[in-house]
């Protein structure tokens, strides 16, 4: 994995993140996203989500990347079946994170997710990268049946640059 490469990706992540939140009026904001049952803020709080899980993602890899194949391919099949509840809940807390936070809050906690994730990264060993766990498919279209924690170090620009195409601000 070619770090240098993520920490661009996440450098860039948090400039457009910027960019989108200062340039966007209230009512830009309070706007339908293209696709989304969410407006362009609760869209934007998502897309700050799909970073704030790493942390939790990447504490699952390294469960279960030291435990036998077929746990992971188990919990993976567990969680595809709890899809709906996930759906649920995903929906429900990107509403209510980007109706409640501040603009000023969500870009603070953007910064400080982007800067925990780079010292993260830089600790990691190629050992740790190279360790990875199944996924549930069914709960993002970025997630693969099999990751490692390299990949879940690129899941989450991968999710923002989707959801920025869905973004209608401006318009």
């Known amino acids: 994995m070619d770090k240098a490469a993520v920490h661009d990706e996440l450098e860039r992540a948090r400039r457009t993140f910027h960019e989108l939140l200062d340039g966007a009026t209230g009512s830009d904001l309070r706007r339908p996203s293209a696709g989304t049952r969410w407006n362009n803020r609760q869209l934007l709080f998502h897309m700050l989500l799909g970073y704030l899980i790493i942390r939790a993602l990447s504490g699952l890899v390294r469960l279960f990347g030291r435990l036998p194949d077929g746990a992971s391919r188990g919990y993976a099949r567990l969680l595809n ?12 807390g990107s509403r ?18 982007i800067a925990a994730l780079h010292r993260r990264l830089d600790r990691e060993t190629d050992s740790d990268l190279a ?6 498919t069914r709960w993002d279209p970025f997630f693969r049946e099999y990751m490692t924690l390299a990949d879940v170090y690129r899941f989450p620009t991968r999710h923002f640059d989707f959801h920025r195409r869905q973004l209608t601000l401006g318009r």
């Open 131 to 136: 360790r990875g766990m199944h996924y549930p």
């Open 81 to 92: 079946a709890g899809t709906a509840a996930f759906d649920a809940v995903n929906f429900a």
């Open 96 to 113: 209510l994170g980007g109706t409640l936070l501040p603009r000023r809050w969500m870009r603070a906690l953007f910064d400080r997710t």
